[in-house]
């Protein structure tokens, strides 16, 4: 079955400092792969993606994501987290199913916290 | 920009009754996706639909119908409510079905049942 997954509910930085928040997938062919951001009481922003092409893609909001085909990781990442990043962060993976069409799965989700 | 429209933001129900959400995609978007999200919980898939047609199904349970008009606004309809059916719910819409579109989400709306 396709999936993601990120294996950890929170993730805690101090301001300025690198932050890095975990996702690997399981995928049937090339995977399509997406970041999203969730604030409190709002929806899903869309960060970032990859399709193809180089392994680093760049986002939203200074965010940056390695696509790792070896260990199949999509870590998400910033070389200085600010307070305003703190939220709930979602790998997701598009699925294609018997009849063709896509949707796209999420992970379970990483709370992240910076403190000032 | 144009965002996707949903309505209500929040709606309280009692258990057993029917409610309705409503969602208007992006201008131009033809594939509309329903998403619940409990407490706590990652979103979960509950239907898909393409140019008017439902093109894929996830977990959504009987009580649940929605359907894609012919603006291509799209309405998920709910019921015999349960208290488990409280959660956020979420639309997004995208250009076509296939391919790596990105998914443009809503606001989402509330449901609560007591």
């Known amino acids: 079955a396709q999936s993601v997954a990120q294996p950890e509910d929170q993730v805690n930085v101090a301001e300025g400092n690198p932050l890095t928040v975990k996702c690997t997938y399981s995928?049937?062919?090339?995977?399509?792969l997406f970041w999203y951001v969730q604030y409190p009481n709002r929806g899903l922003q869309f960060l970032l993606k990859?399709?193809?092409?180089?392994?680093l893609v760049k986002g939203s909001y200074g965010f940056e994501a390695e696509f790792n085909k070896s260990q199949t990781s999509f870590h998400l990442k910033k070389p200085s987290a600010l307070v305003s990043d703190s939220a709930l962060y979602f790998c997701?993976?598009?699925?294609?199913?018997?009849?063709?069409?896509?949707?796209?799965?999420f992970g379970s989700g990483t709370r992240l916290s910076i403190r000032p | 920009a144009a965002g996707v429209i949903q309505s209500p933001r929040h709606l309280i129900k009692e258990k057993r009754e029917t409610a309705t959400l409503k969602c208007y995609p992006i201008?131009?978007?033809?594939?509309v996706y329903w998403y619940q999200q409990g407490p706590g919980q990652d979103p979960q898939f509950l239907i898909s639909?393409?140019?008017?047609?439902?093109?894929d199904k996830g977990s959504i349970p009987d009580r649940f119908s929605a359907q894609q008009f012919s603006d291509y606004h799209s309405e998920l309809n709910m019921s015999s409510l349960e208290l488990g059916d409280s959660a956020l719910y979420f639309c997004?819409?995208?250009?076509?079905?296939?391919?790596?579109?990105?998914?443009?989400f809503g606001a989402g709306s509330r449901l609560t049942v007591l």
């Open positions: 201008p131009r978007h033809d594939t």
């Open positions: 639909f393409y140019e008017k047609m439902q093109s």
């Open positions: 990859y399709i193809t092409g180089d392994n």
């Open positions: 995928v049937s062919g090339n995977p399509y």
């Open positions: 997004a819409s995208s250009p076509t079905v296939s391919g790596a579109n990105v998914l443009t």
């Open positions: 997701a993976v598009r699925v294609i199913s018997y009849s063709s069409a896509s949707k796209i799965i």
